[in-house]
Structure formats: C-alpha cells, structure tokens
C-alpha cells in the first residue's frame, strides 16, 4: 500500500511547490495574502509535508549530501551579499549625496532659488492639483521634492483633480496643472511647471508686501510694455516674476514721485528731461530713493544736471574692446570677470555683453559722502572711442580714453539725518552705459545663455534694498539639435544597420571556424 501511494510522492511535491509559489505571487499582487491565498499556501505546506512523509530517505539524502553542502554554501554567500546591499542601502538612505554632472545643472536648483528657500521664515504648503494623465505631473512632482529636500519649512501634496473635486473647487482651482502655494492667508497660484514659475511663486507668496519699480516716461525712454526689438518688455515681465509691480511715471503730469516707489528707471531717454523734472527726482533722491540710469551712446541727450552730485557722468563715447569681444565685434564687450559687489558677487561663470556701450567718469574727488562701486570693467587693452562715426577705429592718443574702462557702476550717497532719526540714511544710483543690455531682442536671442538679465535684475533688487532676491535665476534649458550633413547621416545608417552588425556575424564565424 505505501509502496503504491509512494508513487503518487514526485506529483505531491511538484504540486506544493507550484502552491507555494502562486500564494507569494497573490500576495504580493494584491498587497496581502488573503483568503484565497492562506488556503493555497496550507494546501502547498500540507502537499510537500505528505511528500517528505513518503520518501524519508531521499529528503535527507538531499539535504545531507555534496550537493546539498554545496548549495548551502552558495545559500550563505547570496544571503550575505544581499545583506551587504541591504545595509548599503539603508546608510545611503540616511547619508546620501547628489551630484548633477548635466552641462547646465538641470536637475539642480539655482542659487536664487536656494537663497529663498534658506529664508523661509514661515511654512508653506504647496497643493499640486493634476489629473494622472497630466504631461507634466512627474516633473512637477520631482521638483517639488528637490524644493523639499532643501528646507524643512516646504510641504507639498499632490490632489487629483478628478477624485477629490471638492478640495479643487474649495480653492478656485479649475484647470488641470495647477499649484498653489500658501503661506499664512497668502496664496499664489502657477500654471508653469518648471523651476522659474515655482520659485517665482514662492517669493510672491512669502513676501508681505510688492514693492513698486517705476519707469520714467515722457522722454521717449525704452518702454516697459513695449513688445518691438528695441523694448523692455521682457525685462519686465522679469521683474514681475520677482514680486515687483511694475508701473510708469510721466513727471510731466505729477509734480514728484510716489512715495512707494522703491526704484525709479530711467532707461535712455531721446529727450532732456525738464529742470522741474530734474528738480523732482533729485528730491526723491534726498528722501533716499534709488535711481537706475541706462544711457544711450547713440544719444546726445545727457543726464549731467542728476549725475554730477554722485559724482559719476556718461562719457560721449562708444568703448571698443578688441581683447574681449562678442564674436569679433569690437564695439560689443565681452564681460567674464566682474568686480566684487552685492550685485555681482553670485555672477562667476556667466558672461555679460553690452552692445555699443559708453564709459562712465568719476570725479576724483567724489563729493562728500558719496561711493561708487565699479559693477562692469573692460580689459585693459580697451579704449574709448570718441569718433563714433568712424569706420575704422583705433587709440588716439589724447583724445580717446584708454582702458580698463567702467561699463556700470553703483553708488551710494548718504543723506544728512534730520529731525529725531539716529538711524543714518541713504540714497543708491547704478548706473549703465548702455540700454540694449536687456532689450527685448537681445533678451530673446541670448535666452539662458548670458547674464544680462540677471545682471540688471541684481541691480534692481540691491536698490530696492532686497538683497535675498540677488543671484543666479533658473534658467531655461537650452535645446542643444544636432544637424548631420548627408554624407554624415549616411555614415551613421551604414555603421548601426551595416557595420556593427557585420562585425558580430564576422566575429562568430570567426569563433565558430576556430573551434571545428
């Protein structure tokens, strides 16, 4: 009778073993064992328990023999090595570190936006409201948590707009995409999805209050709404994206400048400014405003009359620099290294052009109270071309200026204290030499190539005295396309489709005839 059952042993434990392995795949299918499961796994204990009671001797043959002292031996190893992974693991989970070796640090957070997150002062949660077949949602979700991973003042939740509609329609949210940062009673909503729009955000939302930067008018100055070549446009929306409001001024029509302006842009005017004019914005000035002057070299008009009490004035000259310049333009200089200044100072590594740009004097001596800072300087193999007419160029002894030569500079002026005040105050001019370095042309062709934006945005926040907002801002990932001419094209087809595969089939007969 055992005999007869015992023949029945190989199907029991070929039938347990199939068991056993269909109750782990239900478990972990289904995320845990459930009925189903439990009744498969004792049918598979129960069905090898019934095929070690038939054949005894075979089991610890099996488990007594070479074979089986071999395989626990290679049990042992593969359990030790997965244990060496596993600890790896878990101190590369408590001790990590990230490198990002892409060519523009595209999966690292800019410096602006390290400098925000470091200043957090309050929490602030971050809700992305995103359906699962959003195109963006991955990235938005790694972002958030690089954001995260920053600064422990960060939280973010991701809300699918179709299973939680209620919490979509609580906040106003309605289009797919959407984050809304909050802070306090605050919020700001996004529809972008990169670095950019979610810093950009997150000042707005932490910020009490958007201080206002006004730009002159009424003089045919670069237009802050103006969309053509020569416009500031775009600088504009820039600086909207850092939580200013950005308004103009016409003194023509007001007597002086609003008491909330907190910069007053004055960016190459064609026609003189009245002395009334003059006369309002040196009293802004006095009640410790701040200017930002960009001139024009194309211009004669002179801003002399508002620039001699800082001590500074534009020179009537165009500065070529053959040393350093933009594609062999020598008209155009090439700006690597900048002097050390709060406005400066996070710019190492990017490059600055300025098209057709005028040196700045200084007085020696500065006026009382007076100190200027050079921002741009040009190599010293420099000069200022004061025939700006000419065809040919070169250093005129006496008559051009020879370099280094100040492109821009920053200066501050202190103010007498009046009345009870024992706090000292002052005034702060940063001035350019030219106005094109952030046309909207310039701007759009030179896209997350130079510094110039952020060269000017620096300038604007030091002014505004916002010095957390100076930095590097995200950049827009370049496309990098590479065009193959057709004899290199062709090239290409033939090494993956000829070659390559050619040399496999080469190399097996090869083998193959060696070993007959």
Known sequence: MTARVRRYAPFLLTGGAILLLWSLFWSLIRGRAGLEGEITLIVGLAAIAGYVALEPQRVWTALSGRAARQGANATVLTLAVVGILVLVNILAARHHKRFDLTAERQFSLSKQTLQVLSSLKEPVTATAFMTGRYYGRQQVEDLLEEYTYHTDKLRFEVVDLE??????????????????????DRRQETLGYDEQAFTSAL?????AEAKTVYFLTGHRERDPEDSAEAGYQQIASALERDNYQVRTLNLAITDTVPADAAVLIIAAPTATPTAREIDAINAYVDRGGSLLVLADPTSDVTLDSLLERWGVSVRPDVVIDPASSFFGDVATPLITRFPYHDITKDLLGLTTI????????QQNPLPEGVEVSPLVTTTSDSWGETDREARQVRLDEGKDTPG???????????LPIEGDETDPKHARLVLFGDADLVANDLLRSIQGGLGN???????????????SLISIRPQSPTTRTVYLTPPQLRLVMLTALIFLPGAVVVAGIWVWWQRR
């Not at 289009?175 to 809304?180: A, H, M, N, S």
């Not at 300025?354 to 004097?361: F, M, N, T, Y």
């Open 404 to 414: 280094p030569l100040n492109l821009a500079v920053a200066a501050t002026r202190e």
């Open 163 to 184: 299973q939680r509609p209620s919490l979509a329609l609580q906040q106003g949210v309605t289009r797919d995409g959407t984050v809304v940062f909050q802070a306090g």
């Open 453 to 467: 934006q952020d060269l000017f945005l620096n300038a604007v926040s030091w002014l505004a005295e916002e010095e």
């Open 354 to 361: 300025l098209p057709v740009s005028s040196s700045i004097a």
């Open 203 to 207: 000042v707005k939302v932490t910020r």
